[in-house]
Antibody, heavy 120, light 110 residues
């Protein structure tokens, strides 16, 4: 069974750095794109970007380019989303997702979400 | 890139059908047959219900169907059930290696 298990909720302060994780299992990690989707409180879904773990090819939404870094460690089938300096507006649930059929145009598996709260 | 346009809310009675529209441009919805739809029940994780415009993943009810005409994609849910209540999001490939989502539509089953 395909599974994406994300790291736990985080409470951080503005200006701090953070790295959240997504452990994949039940499928060939290097054959599918992994993506990240943001959902701010009470709001809709936003596509942040994706990574192909086999060669670390990464694509970002213009809205998130330069704001976050997506990476992956294929030796432990884990993807990451990181910030170097968090802002209060980064408060949201972040979902790790798996691209369907070897593409990144849709996501057929989703992690449980990681709630990131940025507050002083 | 702007979000795709969806109605904020729709409603329907059990057993009836509803449609949710998703309007973009010829750079996204109209340019590629790569529209997908997601269902997010209250407090739950989103779930893929339609991909490539009109294909259903294994296990998704055939009460869900997708279509596209020009720059507008549509999700139809037939035989409405109480469990269908929740938020629905469309997404589309927007070129330049990016994907965009719609703003979401809240479905209420009366």
């Amino acid at each position: 069974e395909e599974q994406l298990v994300q790291s736990g909720a985080e409470l951080t302060k503005p200006g701090e750095s953070l790295k959240i994780s997504c452990k994949a299992s039940g499928y060939s990690f290097t054959s599918y794109w992994i993506g990240w989707v943001r959902q701010m409180p009470g709001k809709g879904l936003e596509w942040m970007g994706v990574i192909y773990p086999s060669n670390s090819d990464t694509k970002y939404s213009p809205s998130f380019q330069g704001q976050v870094t997506i990476s992956a460690d294929k030796s432990i089938t884990t993807a990451y989303l990181q910030w170097s300096s968090l802002k209060a507006s980064d408060t949201a649930i972040y979902y790790c997702t798996k691209g369907g059929s070897g593409y990144y145009y849709w996501f057929d598996s989703w992690g449980q979400g990681t709630l990131v709260t940025v507050s002083s | 890139q702007s979000a795709l346009t969806q109605p904020a809310s729709v409603s329907g009675s059990p057993g009836h059908s509803i449609n949710i529209s998703c309007t973009g441009t010829n750079n996204d919805v109209g340019g590629y047959n790569l529209v997908s739809w997601y269902q997010q029940n209250p407090g739950k994780t989103p779930k893929l219900i339609i991909y490539e415009g009109n294909k259903r993943p294994s296990g998704v009810s055939n009460r869900f169907s997708g279509s596209r005409s020009g720059n507008t994609a549509s999700l139809t849910i037939s035989g409405l059930q109480a469990e269908d209540e929740g938020d629905y999001y469309c997404s589309a490939y927007a070129g330049s290696s990016t994907v965009i989502f719609g703003g979401g539509t809240k479905l209420t089953v009366l």
